[in-house]
């Protein structure tokens, strides 16, 4: 183990912490604003992928494809929100949950429908398939690179929009007090349908950065969402802070525990047994992690006022 | 369920007539199906427990149908396939975990108990799937039904009466629960937590029993369920199974006695008769799953029970 590789398994944490980042602040903003529990934003992630990777094969180029995926799951998000999740803000959480179950359902087995149940391997133009040189005897892909730039680049511009404009202050607004923002003229209604369909956007970009990476596949939002709690958890849900903290946070414990925790014990017990409970601590270490941190803060690290 | 006393005995005297009425027509697959019903009915009461009458939401108890179907399967691989051992260490060990996932879960509450009770099935998904002595992402074969005699598992019809009655006993178990003094206070917790406060009981403890309780009863149904299909995979503890549950509650009826025995018939019969039909049934099941729970609030046994609103 020397420091190059831990320096780019420290880099790859990061890089997965941004993609986490990307879904877990539209999952809490929408949280936030409409109280809303969206168990189908692993479906719009995957949407994302899908159809950046269709609108690819279609232009014939990468980034016409990424503009053109990205804008087509804004509109599946609003077209989600207006015909089924707009009847659920003023239900419980558990209604919410089942409904949007519902719909996880469905978008895989539509996913599965249109492009097959076999996993998709999306190609990366040649200008993005080169390694950079971090320093001597390290080289780090590029495409990797331009992911964590994309997600630390988004993250800044969502705090400028939230802290900075209008639109900004009207989401702090609904999320303080939805009634009072009604009352002073602001259509809440579209404002929602607006946040919801900004949260789908920053999901499909993240899918559709992940395709490359892992496998575009259905059901392949489910595996990310459940870690995206996770890190909505740590962080304290309705926290853009707190999202961008506990994402970094998962994304690398993720990633360092699964590059490094069977070597590391190796050292410690014998290396058979090391084999078969490396990997075994390392998938569950989040899920640990998560268990400490609510048995110490039950709201998460950054909990909102309310 | 006093109310229903006639409803109930219609339906029983059905389930106990299905299986020489189905051998005579020579259909013995529903024999199969209705025991698979009947035991995730089992599932579905245990979680109603906490969820219908305690109101904790809890989206990971697929966790203990899994706990307490490998617990049958590992003393089988270990070669004790005696079934009071087996079934005792699978409803002992899911009590034991449920304690553990319940003392850190109830804690919290709303969306983070939600949260918090997916995330530590997930993790015991993820070690079912990472230990590779017992099948790891394979899952493992039962290597023997567990052994009560005189009773055969092996055999259908035995089985089947088996888990009628076990079903019937749970059914029985949690309407003693909640109409006792314990259950009249978790009922409590659940419609004003403050005001339980103030009447000087503190929820907690009544939740975590309630909790371990219902644990150690999901677990009855994976060692049931280890038997039924003599195959064990860590897909029994995965996030969709535990919606499943959840899903059977609410279309039955949440807090009812008949709600969960209601709802697990209805919806693995809606998926039974789907999966007959299409190849790609989650796309039909999952909009009607949407619909249910928009435009219809009170579940399946609000129609046999006006009076119960």
């Known amino acids: 183990m020397t420091w190059a590789l831990v320096f780019e398994q420290l880099l790859n944490g990061l890089q997965y912490g941004v993609m986490l980042f990307l879904m877990a602040a539209g999952l809490t903003l929408v949280f936030g604003i409409m109280n809303l529990v969206n168990l189908a934003h692993g479906s719009l992630y995957m949407v994302g992928a899908y159809l950046a990777y269709a609108a690819t094969q279609w232009t014939g180029s990468y980034l016409a494809g990424v503009a053109l995926g990205l804008a087509a799951t804004l509109l599946v998000g609003m077209l989600v929100e207006v015909v089924a999740l707009r009847k659920l803000y003023e239900r419980d959480h558990l209604d919410q949950v089942l409904a949007t179950f519902g719909l996880i359902l469905f978008f895989n087995e539509l996913v599965a429908i249109v492009w097959g149940r076999a996993a998709l391997y999306t190609s990366l133009p040649t200008w993005l398939q080169g390694h950079i040189t971090l320093f001597t005897g390290s080289r780090y892909p590029g495409y990797r690179m331009v992911v964590l730039g994309v997600g630390l680049l988004v993250a800044l511009l969502l705090w400028y929009v939230v802290a900075r404009t209008r639109l900004g202050m009207l989401i702090r607004a609904g999320a303080s007090n939805r009634t009072m923002v009604g009352a002073l003229g602001v259509n809440i209604k579209l404002l929602y349908t607006v946040v919801f369909g900004f949260g789908a956007a920053l999901a499909g970009l993240a899918g559709l950065m992940a395709g490359p990476i892992y496998a575009v596949q259905p059901g392949m939002g489910e595996l990310i969402l459940i870690q995206v709690f996770v890190v909505i958890v740590i962080g304290g849900i309705g926290s853009i802070r707190g999202a961008l903290v506990g994402a970094i946070i998962v994304g690398v414990v993720d990633t360092l525990g699964r590059a490094f925790l069977r070597p590391l014990l190796a050292t410690l017990i014998s290396p058979p047994a090391a084999e078969s409970a490396g990997p075994a601590l390392a998938s569950i270490l989040i899920y640990l992690l998560m268990a400490v941190v609510l048995a110490v803060k039950p709201a998460g690290i950054f909990a909102s006022r309310n | ?309």
């Open chain 2, 1 to 309: 369920m006093r109310k229903n006393l006639v409803l109930w005995a219609v339906a029983v005297a059905v389930l106990v007539l299905l299986p020489p009425l189905v051998i005579a027509i020579k259909q013995p697959y529903y024999i199969d199906l209705i025991r698979r019903v009947m035991i995730f009915a089992i599932a579905a009461i245990s979680l109603n427990l906490i969820l219908g009458y305690g109101g904790l939401v809890s989206f990971g108890h697929a966790a203990y149908l899994g706990i307490g179907s490998y617990a049958v399967g590992i003393l089988a691989f270990y070669g004790l396939p005696g079934g009071w051992l087996q079934f005792a260490v699978a409803i002992g060990a899911s009590a034991l975990v449920a304690l553990a996932i319940g003392a850190v879960s109830i804690r919290t509450s709303g969306i983070y108990f939600i949260m918090i009770t997916l995330a530590f099935t997930q993790m015991l998904y993820y070690l079912g799937i990472s230990v590779a002595e017992f099948g790891g992402d394979d899952g493992m074969r039962l290597k023997a039904r567990s052994q009560f005699p005189p009773l055969d598992l092996g055999d259908p019809v035995q089985f089947y009466y088996l888990v009628l009655v076990l079903m019937l006993f749970t059914v029985f178990l949690v309407d003693r629960i909640v109409n006792s003094r314990f259950g009249m206070v978790l009922q409590a917790t659940k419609s004003n937590d403050a005001r339980s406060r103030a009447i000087g009981f503190s929820p907690y403890p009544y939740r975590l029993i309630a909790f371990v309780i219902s644990g150690a009863m999901c677990g009855l149904a994976g060692a049931l369920y280890a038997n039924h299909t003599s195959y064990i995979t860590p897909n029994l503890m995965s996030w969709l199974q535990s919606g499943e549950f959840m899903f059977m509650v609410i279309l039955g009826g949440m807090g009812t006695a008949a709600g969960p025995v209601l709802g697990a018939f209805a919806l693995l019969l809606v998926e039974e008769l789907l999966k007959g039909w299409t190849e790609y049934w989650q796309v039909v099941l999952g909009p009607l799953l949407v619909l249910s729970v928009i435009f219809f609030r009170r579940g399946l046994a609000g129609i046999f029970d006006k009076s119960d609103a």
